[in-house]
């Protein structure tokens, strides 16, 4: 049974990739709201500025670094949030694609996030824990109306997979997993014509996180809630 989880009963957060963007945002709103964050960045000149925010500063590249450290930070964690992710670049199947530029994107959007889980779902299980991997409306089949950025887009369903895989392996343990579509944020990914701003976004993404369910685990959601379809 998964435990209640309101916005006012301090929590502890772990959160992956979290320098800047969104994951900088959910930390900074997390710390706000009274929780207990351990956040992650891959330099250590970025260390500092999140741990300002009052949370604990793992540095970790999503890709490469053992996972000792995040392990153990999960081992007390209520709700886990893997954000890191890359854009790549954002050619369509008719443009000139590199295997460098392919590699990195499916390193850092299926890879890490399925090491990542493969390590800690088990024990997230175990304590009803909710666990949130940063997807996109971009790696949706049904909503999809263009072909550019071809690669993030496979990579963003190929994490659905992921997801979806994790959910019906480690939900009937109590491990409540949401693939979550974030809005068009202003970003560094998002440029600044995006739809929203980086605040609106998270208030939506804590909220979605914070009423999700074990009914839930396994769905994808966007930043208001709203049930996508793959
Ligand atoms: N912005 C949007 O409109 C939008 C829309 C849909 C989905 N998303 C998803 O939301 C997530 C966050 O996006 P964002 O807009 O905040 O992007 P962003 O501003 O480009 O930030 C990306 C974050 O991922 C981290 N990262 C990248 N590779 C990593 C690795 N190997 N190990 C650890 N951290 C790594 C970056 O760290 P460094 O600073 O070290 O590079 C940075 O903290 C991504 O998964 C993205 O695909 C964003």
Redesign the pocket.
Known sequence: MAKKDTRSTPQSILI??????????LVRQYREAGHSVTA????KA?VKKVDALGAKTIV??????PLAAVNRAAGHADIVI??????GDRGKVGDRHSAAIFDQVM???VY?PLRFMSAVAGKLAKRGAKLA??????GSKHHMATSGAVV?RAS?AAVNMVARATALEFGPQGLIVLAL???????????SD??ID?ET?VRGLTRVIARAKLADSGLYFDYTGKKLAW
Request: no cysteine; charged share 20%; proline share 2%.
């Open positions: 992956i990739g979290a320098s800047r963007g969104i994951g900088f945002e992650t960045v891959r330099r970025d970790f590249d999503a890709v490469k670094s893997f954000n890191a992710g890359v854009l390193r850092t959007n890490a991997v940063l997807s996109s409306i971009m993030y963003k579509h974030p809005g068009w944020v202003r970003t560094d990914m998002g440029g995006a739809d980086v976004s």
